[in-house]
């Protein structure tokens, strides 16, 4: 999950997706993308110019000088936050950053580009005249909003960033050079206790001592491994799935974890119910037996085949199959 913070033009946001890919490409790579600037003005041509990864684009107004969560963002939710020449026109460098690190997981990634040549003179001769040039004389940056490197490592390290992991600068020359892409890492915060996630596993109706055995085995291994505090497990059957709400949700399909179901589906509400599952699922691994490899269940490739070709169609599904 991706955030651009003042993204306007889109110059940024194009080189990316184009490095990601096509969208079907860049569907194994991105599950979403939040195209963010401080109005809506750039937003219309954004839409156009983007088309092709619609279904990964959110497009939301944010002033990246107030605290996120006051202007409906979710806090700890990016892996990653790309803040490409607009940091440092704010009146505070450590705010903005601070503001940075809320959107971030722990362990995410800022993707900070800058004017860090402090000594440039052609920058401030061109752009010196406008007001927004001295913002941040109340901040300690007399002279101009731009900091070196080393002052940039500072403040991220103070706003619990880990520093400077990776410079790339626009030119070898230190007296050439004008421009530094910075990549730091939101330091780990002290481990709190997080609400259990739930995990929805779908079962066969009546199913056999084989198949609760299956199932038995996969959820004790998720308790296992993850920690039984950390996850509910859910056990639904099929139609029961067909009801309830599973946004956000992992789910897991055990209905062919023992034989085939699609090849032999025969019941249209079925059908509806796997898609409901496939399509508004967070997150949903279908389980097979014996369609692999030597493959000696071949009806157990019906779902790996309908797989196929929803991801294809709809990138943004994240559905994935195991055979066993």
């Not at 033009?9 to 991105?30: E, H, P, V």
């Not at 195209?35 to 983007?50: I, K, P, R």
């Not at 259990?196 to 056999?208: C, T």
Request: overall charge negative.
């Amino acid at each position: 999950k991706v955030l651009e913070v003042g993204a306007g033009t889109g110059g940024t946001t194009s080189a990316i997706l184009k490095t990601l890919g096509r969208a079907d490409q860049a569907a194994n790579r991105l599950a979403s993308y939040m195209f963010t600037d401080l109005s809506s003005g750039f937003f219309e041509s954004a839409v156009t110019e983007f088309a092709e990864w619609s279904d990964f684009l959110e497009f939301k107004v944010l002033n990246i000088e107030k605290p996120p969560n006051d202007q409906g963002f979710s806090l700890g939710e990016y892996d990653l936050v790309v803040a490409s020449n607009v940091l440092h026109a704010t009146s505070c460098i450590g705010k903005v950053l601070r503001h940075c690190r809320s959107l971030l997981k722990p362990g995410g990634i800022l993707l900070l580009e800058e004017i860090t040549n402090t000594t440039a003179a052609r920058v401030p001769m061109i752009v010196g005249c406008l007001p927004g040039w001295w913002m941040g004389e109340d901040d300690g940056r007399k002279g101009g909003p731009l900091i070196s490197e080393d002052r940039w490592d500072v403040q991220l390290r103070q706003q619990e960033f880990d520093g400077i992991r990776l410079i790339f600068k626009d030119a070898k020359r230190e007296d050439v050079y004008l421009k530094s892409l910075m990549i730091s890492a939101a330091a780990p915060v002290p481990d709190l206790p997080l609400p259990p996630r739930e995990i929805i596993l779908i079962a066969p109706e009546g199913a056999d001592d084989n198949v609760s055995g299956c199932v038995g085995k996969i959820s004790r291994g998720i308790r296992d491994q993850f920690g039984a505090e950390n996850f509910l497990i859910n056990r639904i059957s099929l139609l029961e799935a067909a009801k309830a709400d599973l946004r956000k949700k992992a789910v897991i399909v055990a209905l062919e974890a023992r034989k085939p179901f699609m090849a032999t589906i025969g019941r249209s509400e079925d059908f509806e119910a796997i898609k409901k599952v496939i399509v508004t699922a967070g997150s949903a691994l279908w389980l097979t037996r014996g369609g692999a490899v030597d493959s000696p269940t071949p009806e157990a490739n019906v779902i790996v085949g309908l797989a196929r070709t929803v991801r294809g169609e709809v990138p943004s599904i994240r559905l994935t199959t195991l055979d066993l």
